[in-house]
């Protein structure tokens, strides 16, 4: 089955940039998706097609995705960007797949 | 504005059933593919099952094939989630989500995301 590995937590910063990976085999063969969820809250999508943000999501979150790796970057984060974190693709043999979630903490 | 208001969670012994609601509201619910994600206690999140617009077509996961059934009425704009033989590894908050739609030169397409969320209902089945 189809896997997407995360980095379990990233900490970063007030005002710098947070970089959150995703690695899946030839993960850049299929569209990336991203989203945020806060303690308690249902997730939120934060990133489509791997670099388009939906409308409501700040212009401070950007994505790529190339290779085996796609990548959520968050410039200028701020304290309201804590939380958690996932990635999901769309895969032939196992549908619907989420990374494992990765923790921004902004210390 | 859409909606999505998921029922029927609780507490179910080993073996048992449920059947989960979603009634969902401010979009036309019958041009979308609609899906069940769920997620363990401190744990990440899982896709379970999801149905085609007409209700004529279901995915499942290994794991909860031939236990748990996904259904539709479009006329009450309500998704479903019958599951039976319930054990304690599906203890999980389940969400009910739309999966996107979106249109280009050729027409609509599925993008392969989940763009909205319900608030999610709690099913315990203790160990």
């Known amino acids: 089955s189809y896997e997407l590995t995360q980095p379990p937590s990233v900490s970063v910063s007030p005002g710098q940039t947070a970089s959150i990976t995703c690695s899946g085999e030839?993960?850049?063969?299929?569209?990336t998706f991203w989203y945020q969820q806060k303690p308690g809250r249902s997730p939120v999508l934060v990133m489509y097609e791997d670099s388009n943000r939906p409308s409501g999501t700040p212009e401070r979150f950007s994505g790529s995705n190339s290779g085996n790796t796609a990548t959520l970057t968050i410039s200028g984060t701020q304290s309201m960007d804590e939380a958690d974190y996932y990635c999901?693709?769309?895969?032939?043999?196992?549908?619907?797949?989420f990374g494992t979630g990765t923790r921004v903490t902004v210390l | 504005e859409v909606q999505l208001v998921e029922s029927g969670g609780g507490l179910v012994q080993p073996g048992g059933s449920l059947r989960l609601s979603c009634a969902a509201s401010?979009?036309?619910?019958?041009?979308?593919?609609m899906s069940w994600v769920r997620q363990a206690p401190g744990k990440g999140l899982e896709w379970v099952a999801n149905?085609?617009?007409?209700?004529?077509?279901?995915y499942y996961v290994d794991s909860v094939k031939g236990r748990f059934t996904i259904s539709r009425d479009n006329a009450k704009n309500t998704l479903y989630l019958q599951m039976n033989s319930l054990r304690a590894d599906d203890t999980a908050v389940y969400f009910c989500a739309r999966e996107g739609l979106g249109r280009d030169s050729s027409g609509w397409y599925n993008v392969g995301d989940f763009d909205y969320w319900g608030q999610g209902t709690l099913v315990t089945v203790p160990s």
């Open positions: 149905i085609r617009q007409g209700g004529n077509e279901t």
């Open positions: 401010g979009f036309t619910f019958s041009f979308y593919w």
């Open positions: 030839r993960l850049g063969d299929k569209y």
């Open positions: 999901q693709a769309w895969d032939n043999s196992s549908s619907y797949v």
